[in-house]
């Protein structure tokens, strides 16, 4: 990893811990916080987890209705959005309020994402483009990490869960503060040579890889539902349970800055299809083995390749498209929202037909696989497409 890369990436790994380690996921740790002060339901809980999956979901359609065109503008305003509704939780008291402040938060953190993912630290075909797009992605995970540790640290010092959310809603406003001076000044994302010219055309490929993507999404989504809940029957302690989500997104951070050397000389799909394989695996385990070891396991393989997977997708999605890369993030990432809302869905109409959540995890794991496998039959067009990306030795061949 090039100390020059790094510095390149870094701004935008900030914006995506902020974005989406605190605008997605900071509900995950604070939630058993709001469950024990206001005496809310595990029914209620999953609303607002909802809501902000909607958020999410609507988010990239409105980013595929109308292909953000300011990158930089838009990213500013959807930073400011997350910090300005996560410091919001503590104003109201009603699981209605609440779910409506994590479905706006939802919605800017796909913003966020969006514009990150289509910006270009570097130009195509730059040497530098793999290990800048590793630390970029990198955030997520650091994001996610920091958010439980700071949830710990609160949780001990004997924080409510309004202390909390102000405490995440200053990280998330810190966070956006150090990135935007570096952000600003980089060279202008894609730009296009007139206001008025219409969308670019989006390449053949990219609604079969989008399909797959949102595979991807409802199995990702059912380990990180019901993993926490497996892992707590076996141990009950919270303060032990309680690393479970540091952990994660440690995993998370370190695989995106692991894989590319692991990975060097395949693709950005072959590793998109093995990192999914080795998610179904991770199900697999702990469907079949009722053991702490086998949680422990499957919370790493599942954290250590859901951004891995994100990275491989978008930056397959990005070279395949070229100008549409902004309107193709958008289409993976709704992809993603509606797969991930549709996975607890499926689980909770497959109970109802007496499956059991082992039977759960293992069907997720035999989707995955399959998807895994299909996803190598996918045909794709446009400059760029399946070459190297991950790897950093791999550079791009195309124009």
């Not at 503590?90 to 969006?114: C, E, H, N, Q």
């Not at 045909?379 to 070459?387: E, K, L, N, S, Y």
Request: one cysteine or more.
């Amino acid at each position: 990893m090039s100390a020059s890369a790094a510095s390149l990436a870094w701004p935008a790994a900030l914006a995506l811990a902020a974005a989406m380690g605190i605008g997605r996921f900071a509900f995950t740790p604070v939630w058993p916080l709001m469950a024990q002060e206001a005496g809310l339901s595990l029914a209620q809980g999953s609303w607002m987890a909802s809501a902000n999956y909607a958020g999410y979901l609507l988010g990239a359609l409105a980013a595929i209705a109308w292909p953000v065109r300011r990158l930089r503008a838009t990213l500013a305003a959807s930073l400011a959005a997350v910090a300005a509704l996560t410091l919001a939780m503590p104003l109201l008291d009603s699981v209605a309020g609440w779910s409506a402040l994590r479905l706006a938060a939802g919605y800017a953190s796909a913003s966020a994402f969006i514009c990150v993912a289509a910006w270009r630290s570097v130009p195509a075909g730059d040497p530098r483009e793999a290990s800048v797009s590793a630390v970029t992605y990198a955030g997520v995970g650091a994001g996610i990490a920091l958010t439980g540790l700071a949830c710990l640290a609160l949780m001990a010092w004997g924080a409510g869960a309004n202390q909390t959310w102000v405490a995440l809603g200053g990280l998330t406003l810190a966070l956006s503060v150090a990135a935007w001076p570096r952000l600003s000044r980089q060279s202008p994302p894609a730009r296009t040579s007139a206001a008025a010219m219409p969308p670019a055309r989006l390449p053949r490929g990219i609604g079969a890889l989008s399909l797959h993507y949102g595979v991807f999404g409802v199995g990702y989504i059912i380990p990180a539902t019901f993993l926490p809940a497996m892992a707590k029957e076996i141990l009950p302690d919270p303060a032990i349970f309680g690393w479970a989500w540091p952990l994660f997104g440690l995993a998370a951070a370190l695989s995106c800055l692991l894989v590319p050397r692991l990975a060097r000389g395949r693709d950005d799909r072959q590793v998109w299809r093995c990192a999914q394989l080795l998610m179904a695996a991770g199900m697999l385990a702990v469907a079949l083995w009722h053991h702490i070891a086998a949680v422990i396991l499957a919370a790493l393989l599942v954290g250590g390749t859901f951004m891995v997977i994100t990275q491989a997708g978008m930056l397959t999605a990005r070279r395949l498209s070229g100008p549409a890369a902004p309107r193709a993030a958008a289409i993976m990432t709704a992809a993603f929202a509606a797969g991930q809302i549709l996975g607890p869905l499926l689980a909770s109409w497959a109970a109802r037909w007496g499956a059991d959540l082992p039977q759960v995890l293992e069907a997720g794991a035999v989707l995955l696989a399959a998807s895994a496998w299909a996803l190598g039959k996918v045909t794709t067009d446009g400059a760029g497409a399946g070459h190297n990306a991950i790897g950093p030795q791999g550079r791009s061949h195309s124009n």
